[in-house]
């Protein structure tokens, strides 16, 4: 998955616990971002960050947080509070090399929730 | 209305066969267009990238954009039974410095018959 990674693969919790999602890349990209996929709707953002310490909400951010403390990680904690967290959970990096764009998606976290 | 809009699918054609896979959407300021293959439970991996009108080509993709018409299209040539996955288009603009959000099509599911 071009050097960027997430863990586990599969999670499974209790409704009302908190869980943090792992994503580290090592291609020095800049940009990384979190998106969740659900049958039908495609991904949709739900933070993105673009430097070290900054982040910004995406488009459905309310139940999640995130931090960026280094370059290579970009950890989601998903909250008790967001409504229905059962998803497959896509963290991606992006940047430029040698005037050539990169992108590349993590291998997904499946969280069940029950 | 949704800005990007993509028939889901699923489309079957035979092996040999050429592919088009389309993708409108409502949003002049979008400049950045890609296309996504997306494995069963992996995450998905970006095929093409264009940034203005016209065709581009790679090995048996073509991408094609029409941006008078807010229309984009994947030709798969030659279509094989491993290009059978969901195919996402996806497109993002530059509207100040450092928002790169990407915007997703929901994905179509494409079935290669032998």
């Known amino acids: 998955d071009g050097g960027i990674t997430q863990s586990p693969k599969y999670l499974f919790r209790k409704e009302g616990q908190n869980v943090t999602l792992s994503c580290e890349q090592n291609?020095?990209?800049?940009?990384m971002y979190w998106y969740r996929q659900d049958p039908g709707q495609g991904l949709r953002l739900i933070y993105y960050?673009?430097?070290?310490?900054?982040?910004q909400k995406g488009d459905i951010a309310e139940g999640y947080s995130v931090s960026r403390e280094k370059k290579e990680s970009f950890p989601l904690t998903v909250t008790s509070a967001q409504k229905n967290p059962t998803a497959f959970y896509l963290c991606?990096?992006?940047?430029?090399?040698?005037?050539?764009?990169?992108?590349?998606f993590g291998p997904g976290t499946r969280l069940t929730v029950t | 209305q949704k800005e990007v809009e993509q028939d889901p699918g699923p489309l079957s054609v035979p092996e040999g066969a050429i592919v088009s896979l389309n993708c409108t959407y409502s949003?002049?300021?979008?400049?950045?267009f890609m296309w996504y293959r997306q494995y069963s439970r992996k995450g998905p991996e970006l095929l093409m990238y264009?940034?203005?009108?016209g065709n581009k080509e790679d090995g048996r993709f073509t991408a094609q954009v029409d941006k008078s018409s807010k229309y984009i299209s994947l030709f798969i040539r030659d279509s094989q039974p491993s290009d059978s996955a969901t195919y996402l288009c996806?497109?993002?603009?530059?509207?100040?410095?450092?928002?790169?959000?990407?915007?997703f099509g929901t994905g179509t599911r494409l079935t290669i018959i032998p």
């Open positions: 949003n002049s300021a979008f400049q950045y």
């Open positions: 264009t940034y203005s009108s």
């Open positions: 291609l020095n990209h800049d940009a």
């Open positions: 996806a497109m993002r603009n530059i509207s100040n410095f450092g928002n790169e959000k990407l915007t």
């Open positions: 960050s673009q430097i070290v310490n900054d982040f």
């Open positions: 991606a990096s992006m940047g430029w090399r040698g005037g050539t764009y990169e992108q590349y």
